[in-house]
């Protein structure tokens, strides 16, 4: 039977030691017995849904596929494509499932050419999805209730995207330096506006959190860039570098311009840094990994600094509301010290190049987003040389 087929490839490959051997016996059980296919299929979305309910979002799961040695676009692939299959089974979806969805790679590429390549595929997938650990969980997994949210797009985070989008765009610093400036303006400028309606309403609202993915190369000043991010917009990240991703916990409003903001940020902190780079190589310069890193480091620590002026000025003529603005500070961090009980504060290695964190502060400058006074956030303290 098809079902005696499947425990028996797991049995080999799954349960027994990470074995080539072990995974060699177990696709060659499946390959030899065509009527398996739909059961290790269903197998595969059990799983999946097991790391759902074990914290796991359909990004988390991607990333990890792509982080693990050993696998390749094959396996992103299907796990694409059992995420899809599993998530068509709801109705409706959790907030930002969605997004993730979409983003996600097509689950209908090339198949392996033999039964052999397929079911090795999937059994080292299975392995992956199997053995992933319970991990802070950021909001609910199909099926369960979900308030579902407004229809459309509130017009201030229309109006942030659209600024974010221009200061991209341009290869004309000044420019990106205003529309930038203008963009955290209007994030401050939004959270203060929730936090009066849900106060005038007493509305029951709490903080929430959720997962932005952190990337290499350079994934620590990058882990470093979005808490001076979350810290400015009245949020907490605490980075996992194990899983490569920071949790962000703070007001749902707010959660949504951090995330805004961080992913412009990146890209305007690339183009910086090749425009950087392109200059270092004029001037007979090779272009070096500590540069980079050197660069981003400084980057991400003057940021948040200008981040927080922009913020704090408009709080500040907001006097009224700062014991409303208070609580919900609190609110954040109780919620944060709830979720991530034990933290530890990390610093910055590696930063040795003079030439790339002066041009890195100079470029966080010229985006209105820097000053030399500032540098210590959730993650830890950032200077050049610093271990």
Same mark, same amino acid.
């Given at each position: 039977?098809?079902?005696?087929?499947?425990?028996?490839?797991?049995?080999?490959?799954?349960?027994?030691?990470?074995? #080539?051997?072990?995974?060699?016996?177990?696709?060659?059980?499946?390959?030899?017995?065509?009527?398996?296919?739909?059961?290790?299929?269903?197998?595969?979305?059990?799983?999946?849904?097991?790391?759902?309910?074990?914290?796991?979002?359909?990004?988390?799961?991607?990333?990890?596929?792509?982080?693990?040695?050993?696998?390749?676009?094959?396996?992103?692939?299907?796990?694409?494509?059992?995420?899809?299959?599993?998530?068509?089974?709801?109705?409706?979806?959790?907030?930002?499932?969605?997004?993730?969805?979409?983003?996600?790679?097509?689950?209908?590429?090339?198949?392996?050419?033999?039964?052999?390549?397929?079911?090795?595929?999937?059994?080292?997938?299975?392995?992956?999805?199997?053995?992933?650990?319970?991990?802070?969980?950021?909001?609910?997994?199909?099926?369960? #209730?979900?308030?579902?949210?407004?229809?459309?797009?509130?017009?201030?985070?229309?109006?942030?995207?659209?600024?974010?989008?221009?200061?991209?765009?341009?290869?004309?610093?000044?420019?990106?330096?205003?529309?930038?400036?203008?963009?955290?303006?209007?994030?401050?400028?939004?959270?203060?506006?929730?936090?009066?309606?849900?106060?005038?309403?007493?509305?029951?609202?709490?903080?929430?959190?959720?997962?932005?993915?952190?990337?290499?190369?350079?994934?620590?000043?990058?882990?470093?860039?979005?808490?001076?991010?979350?810290?400015?917009?009245?949020?907490?990240?605490?980075?996992?570098?194990?899983?490569?991703?920071?949790?962000?916990?703070?007001?749902?409003?707010?959660?949504?311009?951090?995330?805004?903001?961080?992913?412009?940020?990146?890209?305007?902190?690339?183009?910086?840094?090749?425009?950087?780079?392109?200059?270092?190589?004029?001037?007979?310069?090779?272009?070096?990994?500590?540069?980079?890193?050197?660069?981003?480091?400084?980057?991400?620590?003057?940021?948040?600094?200008?981040?927080?002026?922009?913020?704090?000025?408009?709080?500040?003529?907001?006097?009224?509301?700062?014991?409303?603005?208070?609580?919900?500070?609190?609110?954040?961090?109780?919620?944060?010290?709830?979720?991530?009980?034990?933290?530890?504060?990390?610093?910055?290695?590696?930063?040795?190049?003079?030439?790339?964190?002066?041009?890195?502060?100079?470029?966080?400058?010229?985006?209105?987003?820097?000053?030399?006074?500032?540098?210590?956030?959730?993650?830890?303290?950032?200077?050049?040389?610093?271990?």
């Amino acid at each position: 039977m098809s079902d005696s087929t499947v425990e028996r490839a797991f049995a080999a490959a799954l349960y027994e030691t990470a074995d #080539t051997r072990n995974i060699d016996l177990g696709a060659s059980l499946l390959a030899a017995d065509p009527s398996a296919d739909a059961e290790l299929d269903a197998r595969g979305r059990e799983f999946v849904r097991r790391a759902w309910e074990r914290g796991w979002q359909p990004a988390d799961l991607l990333r990890m596929v792509v982080r693990e040695d050993g696998l390749d676009d094959a396996h992103l692939r299907l796990a694409a494509r059992l995420v899809r299959a599993e998530t068509a089974r709801y109705d409706g979806l959790p907030p930002r499932w969605p997004a993730q969805l979409a983003e996600a790679p097509d689950g209908d590429g090339p198949a392996r050419t033999d039964r052999f390549s397929a079911a090795t595929v999937a059994l080292e997938l299975y392995r992956l999805l199997l053995r992933l650990p319970a991990i802070e969980p950021v909001g609910p997994v199909p099926g369960e #209730t979900v308030t579902a949210p407004v229809a459309g797009e509130p017009r201030t985070l229309a109006r942030i995207r659209a600024l974010l989008a221009k200061a991209e765009a341009t290869g004309y610093p000044p420019e990106a330096e205003a529309l930038t400036a203008k963009a955290q303006e209007l994030m401050a400028r939004h959270s203060v506006d929730e936090a009066v309606l849900a106060s005038r309403t007493h509305a029951k609202d709490t903080p929430g959190a959720c997962r932005i993915g952190v990337d290499a190369p350079y994934e620590t000043a990058k882990a470093v860039l979005l808490d001076a991010v979350a810290t400015a917009n009245r949020c907490r990240a605490v980075w996992n570098s194990a899983f490569g991703f920071s949790t962000v916990v703070g007001f749902e409003a707010d959660l949504e311009v951090v995330e805004l903001l961080y992913t412009s940020l990146l890209v305007q902190a690339d183009s910086a840094m090749t425009r950087a780079e392109a200059e270092q190589r004029a001037g007979g310069r090779k272009r070096t990994k500590s540069f980079r890193q050197s660069f981003l480091a400084a980057y991400a620590h003057r940021i948040g600094t200008r981040l927080g002026e922009v913020a704090g000025q408009v709080v500040g003529g907001e006097g009224e509301l700062l014991p409303v603005l208070a609580a919900r500070d609190v609110a954040v961090a109780g919620r944060a010290e709830e979720m991530f009980p034990e933290t530890v504060t990390t610093r910055m290695r590696g930063v040795t190049d003079g030439a790339g964190w002066d041009e890195g502060a100079s470029a966080a400058d010229r985006a209105r987003l820097g000053d030399a006074s500032a540098g210590q956030g959730p993650r830890g303290r950032l200077r050049p040389g610093g271990g």
